[in-house]
């Protein structure tokens, strides 16, 4: 993508601190382009933890929203983990509480909690398993037959592992306000419009939108599905900045938002001037606290452990 001349210069000028700092820079499909553009990696929250775990800088520089430099700060408790923009959250991680999983396993003592990687650290924490929207077939599936299971936060993401798995599996009310707003009536005229399109949708979607799609899969997952498949228009069930990637890995193939209105405005607090900031000043640092990182790194690793992940 062509970018203006302020814009290039800020761009340069953050990828020669980022040497200078010993830091890299990861950023979430769903930032804006001109941040997603000079990141030493764009994925997903799977693909980016696990990268956060492996890195030899000094210093991630995370563009996403909090719950990833928590995870980032989990994993690698040496590094140090900047979250250019300390506001940016994700409504659905703020919906459960530590203390409202410790209800639910004193309610239901031999419960399997698994956790969406959407939660707070001392979410993690009370956690048996995490799972991201990559691996939670995997995730459920390496569950004991016999064990019940939980699943916070999202009841989208259980609902679906549940249809997915055969399992019994019970949520917390959670849900990602941007995916549970896209509806069916939505997706049947997108689909009407373009009656040649495949649709590919997020799992954090509503049960009955997700019968609809062709395709359900992560944000990377999308990516690599669309880079595989002969089909050239698809209708993207997702937060509308991986149209970026999509787009640029494939110009010729045409991309349609399922919904315009799908913008996480979390995703898009992060730009140019507060990398640049961030970088220059060291700040905001994300750091979990031992105490809570100490109980919260089991569930994440557990996740990252298991074969094929
Ligand atoms: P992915 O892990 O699929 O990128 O999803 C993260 C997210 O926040 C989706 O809304
Ligand atoms: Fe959270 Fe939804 Fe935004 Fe993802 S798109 S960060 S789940 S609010």
Known sequence: MKYNTETEKLQKEIRMLLKEKDAILLAHNYQVPEVQDIADMRGDSLELSMRASKTDAKVIVFCGVHFMADTASILSPDKTVLLPVLGAGCPMADMIRAQDVQKIKEDNPDVVIVSYVNTTAEVKAETDICCTSANVIQVVNSI?????IFMTPDKNLALY???????????WDGYCPIHNNLTAETVIKRKEEHPDALFIAHPECRPEVLELADEIKSTSGMIRFVNQSSAQKFIIGTETGLIHP????????????????????????????????ALETMEPVVEVPESIRKRAIKAVQRMLQIPGV
């Open 246 to 277: 999509l787009s640029q890995a494939n110009p010729e193939k045409e991309f349609i938002p399922a919904d315009r209105g799908m913008i996480c405005p979390n995703m898009k607090k992060t730009g140019l001037t507060d990398i640049l900031e």
């Open 161 to 171: 592992a549940k249809k997915r798995t055969g399992r019994e599996i019970d949520s």
């Open 144 to 148: 004991a037959p016999e064990k019940r």
